[in-house]
């Protein structure tokens, strides 16, 4: 029997599969007990809400009180208030059980009556009709708050506000204001922000007029470092009865560019391609994979863009590039001026489909990189 694969990619991981991060990990269960607003920021697939939720779990374990919210759904107000009072609510409901009695406690603290509803497995999930949700939304978020402040008496409260980029802008003034008075109220209440999409926290918290200014501190999310994740991934490897050199894991990391998702994804498929040993050539054909399933995706993915995007996009395949407002560039991708390539990297880089690291802008999936050099070479 073939024996299971040992290495997990697109959602988050935990236990054995999560791998260091002890840093971070000290640093942000720090900032919750002490009631300290903070932002966690990176692109996607980095390991954000992974980090996120085994420091909510080490939180809990010494005691305090943490609610997990995921924001990533949410167009409206309304749908974000509903998210974030159901994530309270699932946490103070925690120790104590859901019987009809304890919702019903839950419920009269609220200034708004919530639609609730409950799974068969128990499950509790509180929204807002939109008819009342439209001007009472922050009504809601506040009772949210000083529910899980008051459940958290003499205990540390945090609150997490995963995928936070996606709310920001909602709305005519955007949640990044209505947070700002949230998080002012929220004493005893470590609110977690985090977020892909640089741009967009940016904007909140960057910069003059930025609604989340010095609200709290803000961690940038690396790549986990080299040496850990090879060495993790060897571990991995040897797990599922495969053998794997810390030589080989580390071309395995610089092949997925270094990216937490991308580099377990890689070593799931060489860890397929492998019989006994996960070689170089295993890497490869872990890699052509990869590229050969993602395919169709990339092709519309490629088409959806503007021409001169994907002429940037091409080039940026070819290899990484830092002067991309020198002449030599803006003609081989034959852009009128420095403003074009400008306008163009942001919306590539919003879309996540180009990232800029230290001085150089390159593509941000590896994968994709591999599938357009393929394309040009064929
Ligand atoms: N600490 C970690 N150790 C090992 N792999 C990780 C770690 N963090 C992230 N990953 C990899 O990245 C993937 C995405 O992690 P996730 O936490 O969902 O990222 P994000 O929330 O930033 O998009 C995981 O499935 C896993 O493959
Ligand atoms: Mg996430």
Redesign the pocket.
Known sequence: MEPENP???????EAA?????SEELAALTARMRNGIHAFVL?P????????LLEALRRFRKEGGRGGYANLLLCTTEAEAAGVVLTAVAREVLRPIGRTKRSIEEVLEHLRVAPQVELSPDGKVTFSLQPAVGADRWYDMLEDAVGLLERAGERRPAALVL?EFQQVAEIGPKGLGGAFKALADQARGTSLVFSG?RLSVMERLTRGRGAPLLGMGETFN?EV?PEDE?SA?LVGRAKRGGKRLTRADARTLYRRADRI??D???LAHAAFEAADEVIDAEAIEAGLAAIVRRQAGFFAERFESLAPSQQRIVRELARSPREKVYAKAFLDTVMVANANAVTTALRTLAEQEIVRREGRQWRLASPFFRAWLLGQLEA
Do not use: E, I
């Open positions: 290495f997990r990619y697109g959602a988050p991981v599969s999560f791998c260091d991060r990176s996607r697939r980095y390991g954000k809400t992974s980090l995963d892909s999310l986990v994740m993790h937490p998702n580099v377990q994804w």
